[in-house]
């Protein structure tokens, strides 16, 4: 019966099939029909009702079918669901015929009447003919459409006509005006320039702009002076790496498995480098998904576009060694297909992972088919060199080799390796027999990424990669015979020291974690009610009948599912991506369910400009630069964001965009601007991640001591929130006390939360303390006159952007004279707030500026995007 009973919650054909097979006793049957029964005309109707028949050709949790006979017939674990020739046997009768909840079909809707009962009583007493062949009934081709606007085909709609003509800078003023005018309401006027630079600065880079930079912003009176700002921030290099931060959540990137273990992964940054320069280089976002998809399918592809795929790597990996690893795998593929339906759809497609999904026009087969597209690929691990490591690395390498090979014979490697391998070959091929080798290939699995594929792989075939991954692991983990040995144990451990030595004195290449086609590739099968166990029929890769179909001939690749992805014809990959560019520049997007643009989501407050900027975004070639500067430069975007009290019952949400939206800066940007306007920040491009300061012994909170937090040295812990190391089981707090997402899933929206802790966070996290201390040397250093009163507008200006208005200054000034007064009394206490006094600065001045310093740093204004 297992398999079965969870499914009643299924609709369509699934909920049917999935509890046919329930013992109970049958009803009272109605007669069978005398006449003959033809079944396009009297059975193919009731068959194709929702939640009794396969209306959509749609598949139960086991594979079993109604639209052709040879299924049914089949029947599922306990019989056949039809018996030709005896209706009073078949389940199919017994379901329909009851009243009984929680056993009759349908369990919902209108019941199936008694002249129903009887035409399929008759049916299968003279025969039960079906149609010829599967899928004869009904098929994809006649599978109803959806009125659902998410599925409609992407038409460019007319730009509207308004009245107010001077507020409109570019066509997508003209779509949110209107809408305003028609309900009476005025936009708001330009922000100042000051608030306009931060804003956009904030929105393009991630980073505050300097005092320089606003200043020469204020006093350029150019008529294209702001267009000539967009386009400065749109060509820094800091535009990739704020591009990127909101692609990272998207992939749920991370720099450690997740699960118990939580190992580190120590090259996954290599995928972000990728990302960060893709954007920069301003990378068309069919390309971009092309390359993600498919990079390692493309016609002689090279390094980078197989680097691309790492966009699949960020699933977590579980190195438990109990668990499945057929299991392990399973999940991992899952987290692909829901993550790429998520990503590039806006759909919920692993919603349908156990059953039709409830609500929108996918079924469990076709997520099975998205799956197949995945499961098709295996995790690999590549060389990656960055620029400069290849010269260095082919110089060393003759020496290394030649080292590693005299210590390999001296201490007998090779013999050693082989018969450990032997035991392996043998726990292999006979599990059981001898459980220390099981367990040893337990862990292995476990481990050792493709191990069981490489212990298959004859030595003959295997490349040099895998040969030296199979000895490093093998001298890691010698397994019971050596454990036993402590002479040869000893000597092993003495090996491997020596070779940690060897191998940290020489130049070493980047890796990359990618994936690879698998040839042959697997079969497919449903996993009935989600269970990668129970095996349903088989399926070939394929997609939502509900949207375009793939063009003809069509090879079955992740390259075709790409393409598909971002062709002209497909309604929702433009839609979703648009919206999301919005979201970022106005705290939501035309549709507020980002994530969910099928039938549960948020209808779109501006559907016509949705579609204009899908179908611009599609004619201008794909250009995410140009559809940010769009939308930046338009007079909807430069709105002030005060809020008016005449919109607080018309428009609480801002939603018409009748001004600016206040947006509390993300997780890594409250870190980054403290750094910035301190002059801590190190702002280099890429590389691999690093470890700030956090509270002592948070690290201690992962699983048997797993996690090892040791602090970067040095200008690295002064760099980007973006290259903190994100180790899934104990993340660092300062990203997750202000709202970052846990790297599990894909996150397509950030939710804003305000909480005592994110104060606490601002006022003692040693990051902030020490901003907060830098900040004061600077004002102390830089501000041009030594007068309190100017140094407190220096002050103002670098962490707002603004000078302060009367009440501020003398509140603020107010506030350091206190300060003052009351280091000058505890000498011991001002000396430990700021240790680095510059000459001709008392100590009690200087602790003062550091508490003015923490003031300025805590302000919601400075954490907060006007």
């Known amino acids: 019966m297992r398999g079965w009973t969870q499914a009643v919650a299924c609709g369509g054909f699934g909920v049917l099939t999935a509890v046919l097979l329930l013992a109970q006793t049958p009803p009272a049957l109605p007669p069978a029909t005398a006449a003959k029964t033809d079944f396009s005309r009297d059975i193919e109707p009731i068959l194709k009702r929702k939640c009794i028949g396969c209306h959509n050709a749609q598949l139960s949790q086991n594979g079993l079918r109604l639209d052709?006979?040879?299924?049914?017939l089949k029947g599922g674990y306990s019989g056949p669901v039809i018996v030709p020739g005896k209706s009073a046997d078949s389940k199919l009768i017994h379901r329909v015929a009851s009243?009984?909840?929680?056993?009759?079909?349908?369990?919902?809707g209108p019941a199936v009447t008694?002249?129903?009962?009887?035409?399929?009583?008759?049916?299968?007493?003279?025969?039960?003919?079906?149609p010829a062949k599967p899928g004869a009934m009904v098929s994809k081709a006649t599978r109803p459409g959806s009125d659902h606007w998410a599925f409609q085909a992407v038409t460019k709609p007319a730009v509207p006509g308004v009245q107010n003509r001077e507020w409109v800078r570019n066509p997508i003023d003209r779509f949110i005006l209107a809408r305003l005018e028609r309900d009476n309401i005025t936009p708001s006027p330009d922000a100042p320039k000051e608030t306009l630079i931060r804003r956009v600065s904030?929105?393009?880079?991630?980073?505050?702009?300097?005092?320089?930079?606003?200043?020469?912003f204020v006093r350029d009176n150019r008529a294209d002076a702001y267009e000539r700002l967009v386009d400065r921030l749109l060509g820094s290099p800091h535009y990739g790496e704020q591009r990127a931060r909101f692609w990272l959540d998207l992939a749920h990137y991370a720099d450690s498995d997740g699960y118990e273990k939580d190992r580190p992964r120590p090259y996954s940054w290599r995928w972000r480098n990728w990302v960060i320069d893709a954007f920069n280089r301003n990378m068309p976002f069919d390309q971009f998904t092309l390359q993600q998809l498919a990079g390692d399918l493309l016609p002689n592809a090279d390094t980078e576009q197989t680097v691309a795929t790492g966009f699949y790597r960020n699933t977590l990996t579980n190195r438990e060694a109990g668990v499945d690893r057929a299991e392990a795998r399973f999940e991992q593929i899952v987290n692909r297909t829901s993550t790429v339906g998520a990503v590039f759809m806006g759909l919920t497609v692993g919603c349908a992972q156990c059953h039709d999904h409830k609500y929108d026009p996918i079924s469990q087969k076709e997520f099975y088919q998205l799956f197949a597209y995945f499961d098709r690929a295996e995790e690999e691990d590549i060389d990656a060199p960055l620029a400069g490591e290849l010269g260095p690395y082919l110089r060393a390498r003759p020496q290394y080799e030649e080292k590693r090979a005299a210590l390999f014979?001296?201490?007998n490697v090779a013999e050693l390796e082989a018969e450990w391998e032997e035991y392996m070959q043998k726990a292999l091929a006979n599990p059981g027999a001898d459980l220390e080798w099981d367990f040893q290939l337990t862990e292995m699995r476990a481990g050792f990424d493709g191990a069981e594929r490489l212990l298959r792989t004859p030595k003959a075939q295997r490349t040099e990669r895998q040969k030296e991954r199979l000895t490093y692991w093998f001298l890691s983990r010698t397994g019971p015979v050596r454990q036993r040995d402590k002479a040869k144990l000893d000597r092993l451990r003495e090996l491997r020291k020596k070779l940690d030595e060897l191998d940290s004195a020489t130049p070493k290449l980047t890796q990359a974690p990618v994936i690879a086609e698998l040839t042959p590739p697997p079969v497919t099968h449903i996993?009935?009610?989600?269970?990668?166990?129970?095996?349903?029929?088989?399926?070939?890769?394929?997609?939502?009948?509900?949207?375009?179909?793939?063009?003809?001939g069509s090879e079955p690749n992740r390259a075709a599912l790409a393409r598909w992805l971002v062709s002209r014809d497909h309604p929702l990959t433009s839609r979703v991506t648009v919206n999301r560019l919005w979201q970022e520049m106005f705290g939501r997007g035309l549709v507020r369910t980002s994530e969910d643009f099928g039938t549960q989501g948020e209808k779109p407050s501006h559907p016509e400009l949705l579609d204009w900027l899908a179908a611009e975004f599609m004619d201008r070639g794909w250009d995410v630069k140009e559809m940010l500067r769009l939308i930046v430069t338009s007079s909807t975007y430069r709105q002030s964001s005060h809020a008016r009290r005449e919109l607080a019952e018309k428009d609480p949400e801002n939603a018409l965009l009748a001004r600016q939206s206040r947006i509390r800066l993300p997780a890594e940007q409250v870190r980054d601007a403290a750094l910035a306007v301190s002059g801590l920040l190190n702002d280099e491009i890429g590389g691999p991640s690093v470890r700030p300061p956090q509270p002592a012994g948070l690290d201690a909170l992962g699983y048997g001591g797993n996690v090892k937090w040791r602090e970067t040295e040095g200008p690295g812990r002064y760099r980007r929130g973006l290259y903190i190391f994100f180790q899934r089981t104990v993340p660092y707090p300062q990203l997750m006390t202000f709202d970052a997402p846990d790297s599990n899933v894909t996150c397509s929206r950030r939710r804003r939360s305000n909480t005592p802790l994110q104060a606490l966070n601002l006022l003692n996290?040693?990051?902030?303390?020490?901003?907060?201390?830098?900040f004061a040397l600077r004002i102390l250093k830089e501000s041009p006159s030594k007068a309190a009163g100017d140094r407190i507008s220096f002050a103002f200006r670098t962490a707002l952007g603004r000078y302060p208005n009367s009440r501020e200054a003398e509140r603020l000034?107010?506030?350091?004279?206190?300060?003052?007064a009351a280091f000058g009394k505890d000498a011991k206490l001002a000396a430990g707030l700021l240790p680095f006094v510059p000459e001709g600065t008392s100590t009690a001045e200087g602790a003062a500026w550091v508490s003015v310093s923490r003031v300025l740093l805590n302000l919601d204004e400075f954490i907060t995007r006007e």
């Open 68 to 72: 052709a006979g040879e299924f049914a």
């Open 99 to 108: 009243s009984t909840k929680g056993f009759m079909m349908p369990p919902a």
């Open 114 to 130: 008694a002249a129903e009962v009887g035409l399929l009583r008759a049916w299968i007493d003279q025969g039960a003919a079906w």
């Open 202 to 216: 904030f929105d393009l880079t991630g980073l505050p702009p300097s005092p320089a930079e606003v200043d020469a």
């Open 409 to 411: 014979s001296e201490y």
């Open 527 to 552: 996993a009935v009610r989600g269970d990668y166990r129970e095996k349903g029929i088989p399926v070939e890769p394929g997609t939502l009948a509900i949207l375009p179909p793939l063009p003809p």
């Open 765 to 774: 996290d040693p990051v902030f303390v020490e901003a907060a201390q830098a």
């Open 813 to 820: 000034l107010q506030y350091f004279q206190q300060q003052q």
